[in-house]
């Protein structure tokens, strides 16, 4: 009814409603739910989409494969959670919901500093590999802590961060790439996330998450892209019992339901579409 030439989907409140789970809340309406997901594939599909998934496009690429390391986070940060909920609690009760979100990036960020130990066991373990290992982080100061880590260990890292010229990245690219003394390179998420090869290494490590899977896929695929010649093995650290968890739960739902709307299409529906343009 409401579609139009232009608009296969209809308005942006008639497509929120049937595929987001739009529905007015306490706060106003909301938008960011996933439903009739099977219906909206194949109606994209059918009008606008057509999709190839990198095992299709780059079939020789090794595969790339997720391992997540539940780790205890000490007593501090558990005290500092637990004030951060108290806190929280307090905003909701006089009617300040505003700070929810504050609490959160705190819980957030408070969770990821509470792994700063249980990744610097993991690289010092990672180390007499004698294999390269990226690692990403979020905030600055676990950079930091981790970069220091591992050139004690010595395993002469290199450094990408927000606060680096285009000049200091490609360097630190360089170095990682070319230089077999070189084992580790400590990465922000959202600075080296993008646009960068790290293929000298088949070793991921996430300290940290982001709450937007494509961020961390894009951040993965440093090393899974064209010139790697090892199988990819990223791994996750998730504090225990905390905001943390709950985060790789929401990737992981995310990454199923954007796997389910943009199921790749089969090499054999592409040789025929191929044909036919030929014709």
């Known amino acids: 009814g409401v579609a139009g030439k232009g608009k296969p989907f209809g308005d942006w409140w008639t497509f929120t409603k049937r595929y987001c789970d739009g529905h007015d809340s306490r706060y106003g309406y909301k938008a960011d739910g996933a439903t009739n997901i099977s219906e909206l594939s194949e ?5 606008i989409y057509l999709r190839r998934d990198k095992s299709q496009v780059l079939s020789d690429l090794p595969e790339k494969q997720r391992q997540f390391l539940y780790v205890p986070v000490p007593a501090e940060t558990k005290a500092e959670l637990r004030e951060i909920e108290k806190q929280r609690a307090k905003d909701k009760k006089e009617g300040r919901p505003e700070a929810d979100m504050l609490a959160v990036t705190k819980a957030f960020h408070a969770a990821g500093r509470g792994k700063a130990e249980a990744a610097e066991v993991f690289i010092e373990e990672f180390a007499d590999t004698d294999k390269k290992l990226i690692v990403f982080a979020n905030q600055i100061s676990l950079q930091q802590r981790l970069f220091e880590k591992s050139k004690e260990l010595g395993m002469l890292p290199a450094k990408i961060s927000g606060e680096d010229s285009s000049t200091a990245r490609d360097a630190a690219v360089q170095r990682f790439q070319n230089d077999p003394a070189c084992k580790l ?7 080296a996330g993008v646009g960068l090869t790290l293929t000298a290494a088949s070793d991921v490590l996430m300290v940290e998450q982001d709450f937007v899977p494509a961020t961390l896929d894009q ?14 093995n990223v791994v996750y650290l998730i ?14 739902a995310r990454r199923k339901t954007a796997s389910d709307l943009s199921k790749p299409i089969t090499a054999g529906l592409f040789n025929k579409k191929d044909g036919a343009d030929a014709n």
């Open 43 to 47: 109606r994209l599909r059918a009008s």
């Open 239 to 252: 504090a225990e019992s905390t905001i943390d968890e709950q985060v790789a739960e929401l990737i992981e």
């Open 185 to 191: 390179i400590v990465c922000s998420l959202k600075a």
């Open 219 to 232: 951040a993965e695929d440093r090393a899974h892209r064209i010139g790697q010649r090892d199988a990819v």
